[in-house]
């Protein structure tokens, strides 16, 4: 009996060691738009995108100058009317960042996927049919608009 009472605990114990854990990935696709430079990351929760960044590279050239002149100000205004193009508002689930490189504008903005409300999310073209959006389908479909993605 105690033999039998051990080999099905070691049996529970491997079924519980072995149960598939949530498997999680990340892709980065990169392209490039009239100078301007757009590196997109994505991470997965099984093959279901959780977190969206964005890092944009603008030259000065495309600024019209030297950004490294730039104040705090400057920057935030300009990250400000950015997002506000972009029908984006900083909030829940949306956190933005913007910095200056060298002579370049550099915007980083990241959404949490689970979190952003649907505003925020049709703003970047996820409609509430694709709120589950997979890897592999975002990865087709940045390298079919040119981006190159590892």
């Known amino acids: 009996m105690k033999k039998l009472f051990v080999a099905a605990a070691t049996v529970i114990m491997l079924a519980g060691c072995t149960q598939n854990a949530d498997k999680k990935e ?22 279901v995108v959780d977190n969206l960044g964005m890092n944009i590279k603008i030259p000065g050239s495309l600024l019209g100058g030297d950004a490294s002149v730039l104040t705090e100000d400057n920057l935030k205004t300009m990250g400000n009317a950015a997002l506000k193009q972009m029908n984006i508002e900083k909030g829940t689930g949306v956190e933005t960042n913007f910095t200056i490189e060298g002579k370049d504008l550099n915007a980083e ?11 925020t999310l049709k703003a970047i073209g996820i409609t509430e049919e694709m709120k589950e959006l997979k890897l592999t389908d975002a990865v087709k479909n940045f390298e079919a608009a040119g981006a190159t993605c590892k």
């Not at 990340?26 to 093959?47: F, H, L, P, R």
């Not at 903005?109 to 505003?119: I, M, Q």
């Open 109 to 119: 903005v990241t959404f949490d996927l689970k979190k952003a409300d649907a505003n």
């Open 26 to 47: 990340s892709k980065t696709c990169s392209i490039d738009m009239s100078g301007i430079t757009m590196d997109i990351k994505m991470d997965a929760t099984n093959e």
